[in-house]
C-alpha cells in the first residue's frame, strides 16, 4: 500500500514499491501529490508509456526542481547524466522533508534489460543513505500497469 504511506515518518527511510491493481484499492486513501507538498516533499510523476530515456531523466528532475538539469543519459564526453542526477537527489536529502517518485505503467520497463528504470533503481539506492540517517519518507513506487486511479491523482492536470 504505497500510496496510502507515501508521507508516514514510520514508512521513512527509502522503500522502493512495486504495485499492482488490486481488487480492495481504495484511491480515497491516497496520499495526494497537494499533501506532499504541504509537508515539503518532493514529488515527481512519469507515465512511462510516454517518455523514453531523455524524457525521464529530464521531466524527472525539472518535477523535482534539482539542481542541474538538463541531463543527458549518454553524453560523448562528461559525467553520465543519470550520476548527475544521483548528485543533485543527495543534495537534495539535505534540504527537503522528503522525496516520492511515481513510474505509472512501468511494467514493460522491466521487460528490457538496457531500460532506463534499471539506472533510475541504480542511483535511487546509492543516495538513499542520506534520506535513511535523516529518517526522511524517500519512496520511488513502480505501478506496473495501468491503473486510472494513479494516473488521475499523480499524473499531470
Known sequence: MPYENLDDPAAAGGRI??????????????VTPATLAAKGIAFAYVDATRV??????????????TDHPPYD???????????????????MADRETGMVIVI????????????????????WVLQ?????????????????EANDAVEQIYGPK
Not at 514499491?17 to 491516497?30: L, N, S
Not at 543519459?73 to 543534495?91: C, H, K, N, Q, S
Open 17 to 30: 514499491h512495486f504495485r499492482h491493481r488490486e481488487a480492495d484499492d481504495d484511491p480515497a486513501g491516497y
Open 128 to 144: 538513499l543513505p542520506r534520506w535513511q540517517r535523516r529518517k526522511a519518507p524517500c519512496h520511488l513506487a513502480f505501478q506496473m
Open 52 to 65: 523514453d530515456e531523455y524524457e525521464a531523466l529530464n521531466s524527472l528532475g525539472q518535477q523535482l526542481r
Open 104 to 123: 505509472d505503467n512501468a511494467a514493460a520497463l522491466f521487460a528490457d534489460a538496457r531500460s532506463w528504470v534499471f539506472k533510475l533503481i541504480s542511483v
Open 73 to 91: 543519459p549518454a553524453p560523448p564526453v562528461g559525467i553520465d547524466g543519470w550520476f548527475r542526477f544521483m548528485d543533485d537527489l543527495e543534495t
